[in-house]
């Protein structure tokens, strides 16, 4: 499964990770900052998204025993 992690700075100075699993294969850094310029231009956080701090895609693996 894939995830892919927005990071943004808040209007605290505080960075604000938003995750979200599931996230297709292929993603390109252009469509990650559209994204993350939208969830910004949104503004539906209790804290006002400032700006991006990056993003990253995290494949995990799970292997289950029982």
């Not at 894939?2 to 995750?19: E, P």
């Amino acid at each position: 499964m894939k995830t892919i992690r927005m990071k943004f700075l808040a209007d605290t100075g505080k960075t604000f990770t938003l995750s979200m699993n599931y996230a297709r294969d292929g993603i390109t850094a252009l469509e990650a900052e559209e994204a993350m310029d939208a969830v910004i231009a949104g503004d539906i956080f209790d804290h006002t998204l400032v700006s991006i701090a990056g993003a990253e895609l995290v494949d995990r693996t799970v292997t289950t025993l029982l």
